[in-house]
């Protein structure tokens, strides 16, 4: 399957990675095992996309796209992995929103995300 999903084993952190091409059925596949492994979950956690390998999502016009994972409950923080020259263009266009609460940081590497997530677990109570 084009994300794999697993749980950190020491952190509250969630991480799915991301490859190849996605379609609308394995989107739909990921988000019912994304949102039961969230709801069995800890109560914050801290999700991590390694987007890196990912290359398309062809057909995602094709049907309503589900929940949006950067405003469940459970979810203190959004980390986003990209591609070097990706993030940097990502980066300079990112507009802010102040209607939208979303926590999102964006990371070159899983290692500097975990890093991350290892500081915000600290501060869960």
């Known amino acids: 399957m084009p994300v794999a999903l697993e749980w950190h084993p020491d952190l509250p952190v969630l991480l799915a990675t991301y490859s190849g091409d996605l379609s609308i059925k394995d989107y739909r596949t990921m988000l019912d095992q994304r949102l039961r492994m969230v709801a069995d979950g800890p109560d914050q956690i801290i999700f991590v996309a390694d987007t890196r390998q990912f290359e398309t999502f062809s057909d995602s016009r094709n049907g309503q796209?589900?929940?949006n994972i950067l405003?469940?409950?459970k979810v203190a923080h959004t980390f986003v992995i990209l591609e070097g020259e990706f993030y940097r263009r990502l980066l300079r266009a990112?507009?802010?929103d102040l209607t939208l609460n979303y926590a999102v940081y964006f990371f070159d590497s899983v290692d500097q995300?975990?890093?991350a997530a290892q500081t915000q677990a600290k501060k869960f109570g």
């Open 71 to 73: 405003i469940h409950d």
């Open 94 to 96: 990112m507009r802010t």
């Open 65 to 67: 796209l589900g929940e």
């Open 113 to 115: 995300a975990l890093s």
